[in-house]
């Protein structure tokens, strides 16, 4: 496949993921919006708004009681409250990301530019012999952009998420009185928008920067594919704070919630005497659908970027291969196709009749994207790569097959569904240890305390070992390029996985909903089954985003050691073990200051609304 | 100073320290036991036993009334009961490591005889050049040897602490009668019998070990000190069992006793009709005396074989300088004398006569024998090493001179003291950090955990930088030499760290049989205050621990790369990286086994009593 394969086949791809994600919201959008309720006073000066008016089948039709229509303006009116929340939190925060995003992005420029004291002359090239290369200032102001496109894609992309979501938890909540495979798909229709839009939107702007870079930069790939790394950058930068900032007000609310309610007050979850559960809703869809969308974004971008940079001073990067060098991208589109026909057996394939089936038709799409995409990597493995070919190893070359690629990409990709089922048996109601956690509590908070905490601990222990397993066989077989390949593999069923994530989400969105606008027993039950497996699927999505992260992270260390001309990083180096002391208790300062945080807001939250 | 200096001043230390053990626990033992009382039936089919009877001034003398002597009586027989569980959990442990250590020191002579198939035939040595060495057989002999020695003098030095802290606590809570300075006094007095017996014998068997086996090695010293290291090992093969066995049992017990009486009965900590409480009272010897005695036992006695190899094969070694290499054995003996006078401050020249002066006398100890003790290290460091010397230094030799000695070991002992005031800062209720967790209490469990947890992480900060700048200043001094003696220097204070450290669980029991005994608030409130400032010198003693600990795993894992003559070790291995993932996993594993044996054990206990 040539250079031309490659600049049909990206585009395509997301493109078709763009519209299959409009046509899930479209579908979604069909449970109707009708007519507007009359001043119900519910005691906190809110009136009037939408009023939701489902699709009627025939035997429906006698039972629009004045009941259900209250019912039907009190789902609307959550749905409200929730959506005007989420939006003023999210915009509240992207006012402060704005300006660190421009501070930073100012500090990016001057960094880079000043390299050769913003001279505009042209140097020779690092890795590519008896080149010019375009200067530092350019690179600065390319990758300033980059970092910006980055930034953007995935703020539009996690508002957009927040937005189906909230539009989608009432709908959910309304199609679950008619059962509940309807109100499933609802949910897994309406994380499969954000899952597509984010997968696809990202391959999108990243395909359509390469190629206007390259207008400017012509045949200096080593600075192209180095200015493009500030879009990894970028994404991640938001995810920072998304993750944190959404996390914090997440589990504050939660627990803030949980106190107000259960402690306080000594009512149930979800009642709509406590203030506090609207908030919790909010930070759902705040935290866990935009906050974790900005995050996969993230270690997707920065996972290509590596790979791409990695990519362009190896030998098809040299040898101006495209399609080769353009094989992150490729997968990525793979990826796209691979979990549109996988969204088609939870929507429609596979069919929901009772409570048990909700999870398992989640697991099957685990693996079912797993086993497609396997055979999607040989494909584009085999027509993208030449048979032969180097990659920059340090301080070396290395002779790679492109068999071995095949290998990098496929172990991160399985790694990923240990990690997803590793995740699901750790966190899922239908297995022991989450049932012997909850049968320590007979005794109180003290054993579960330990009991969680030890489960916890217990369930890093497969991941690691996946981890360790992949990182070993890829950076064996294809050094840093076949690290940042193997997380690219875990993030390759990316619009898959973060559909699973978000309908967790909308789902507990449902259950609050049904059960603040008093619905019936049944309906409940309903919900609180699409939940429960909601739950899990959030860890699920919890755990290929650090498993994908750490994938990262040594990707792109590797990327930076490669630029800076490092050659090894020994051990037995002063500075070297004192930096591992050091880094190894960051982590621990980190969460106890995102804890201090969720603490102390959780607090204030108590003593606001009571 | 000659070989022959040091062949005195080593021995002559140990001996004193020995004697100053031997004096203080006679002191504790004035607190006079007299006559038996009649068969008080407490329901626990136990009849008889010691009675205790205090010195009584004059103004004591009418006080012998038939109530005052029950209590005594019930004195006698809570500690009875405590020193018969302490004593039965000891022997059973002792049982299964027995087996442990049996098969493993088979373990090891097996695999070290077997390196020249069991040959008796001299080798050439690895580092001293044109010399031969003994063979492979005799080094796994005496590695053997040394090994149960280790193992014999950790078992022996943690089963005299227990027995003295078990005889010491009913003696405390009697002193409390009299008031808070004779009663802090004799839990004092009691913690440095434990501290000074460890300290010394530790030192004299290892210093006796070394000059037995050099009859047999002669100038092979390569050799030697390559046996010597079995001591390390043994142990801390014995503080794996003391520590995590005891630590399980001292948990399990606590959250039991806790459970039985605070959740299930409603009834208040230490209540006399709470069985479990015993068993709380048991665990504190076993776990935190026992226990920890033997944990730092391991560190001290593997950080002074990993600094002894490393100077084996350094210029000294090679040169047959003795008390050069020596060096970290003449570094504790002075630490032994420091101590000796620092314990003096604490028994008889500061005075206690309010509560808060408890914590403040201890603190002091700290500080006291931090300051005393760089004094001696000059000493030391002057007298006993050559101006200029090389260190083995991995693939090359590093050119030291004494000073940077003087710097590493003195690093190290106060980066101790700043890890134990950091402790001290986030363990005691004097400061801000406990007290903002109890506040948090005020809205439930949920709040508390979080906080507890946010604040336990915060104090690994501090600790972890002061580790780095030690590990670097050391490691780039002096090498993996400067490494083990940084810890040896941290470890230098260990009589007067495990005396603070044992005067807690003793103040703890005191705490505890006061509350049994039925004894008046009074003395209730002195020996609570007492137990309070036991807390944090408990903490205070881990922080010291896991500290030394992870200096000396470096000092260890620098020995072995010297004698695989490994030169470097590269993050950017392969092997390396995936090895880094799963270490890093393995402590979450370790702890997820630990605590859901604390946690199941905690519920058989409750089980068990009701």
Redesign the interface.
Known sequence: MGGAGAEAVIPLAAVVGILYALWQWFVVSRVKVSGYYQSLDTGNGYHGGPVFEMDRTEEDAGKGTPDERIIMAKCAEIQHAISVGAKSFLFTQYKYLSIFMTFFAIVIFLFLGSVNSFSTKEQPCTYTQNQNCKSALANAFFTTIAFLLGAFTSVFSGYLGMKVATYANARTTLEAQKGIAPAFKIAYRSGAVMGFLLASSGLLVLYISINLFKVYYGDDWEGLFESITGYGLGGSSVALFGRVGGGIYTKAAD?GA??VGK??NNIPEDDPRNPAVIADNVGDNVGDIAGMGSDLFGSYAESTCAALYVASISSFGINHNLSAVLYPLLISAMGIIVCLFTTLFATDLLKIKAIPDISSVLKRQLLISTVLMTAGIAVVTFAALPKNFTIFN?TNDKRVKNWHLFLCVSIGLWAGLVIGYTTEFYTSNAYSPVRDVAD?CR?????N???G???G??S??IP??A???S??TS??LASIYGVAMAALGMLSTVATGLSIDAYGPISDNAGGIAEMAGMTHEVRRRTDALDAAGNTTAAIGKGFAIGSA?LVS?ALF?AY?SRSGIG?????D??????L??G??LP??F???T??S??TA??KM?EEVT
Do not use: C, H, N, Q
Not at 568 to 572: E, G, K, N, R
Not at 574 to 579: E, N, S
């Open positions: 627990v949980d106190l402690v306080e340090f320590s005794t109180g908070a003290a054993t305390v330990i009991f905490l030890a489960l601990y217990k890093t222990i690691s070992f981890m360790a397993a990182i070993y950076f064996r750490a040594l590797g050691v090894s990083i020994d051990v037995l002063p500075r070297v073990f004192a930096g002391m050091v190894s208790m621990y300062w969460s106890a200051m804890m201090k969720v603490g959780a607090l108590v």
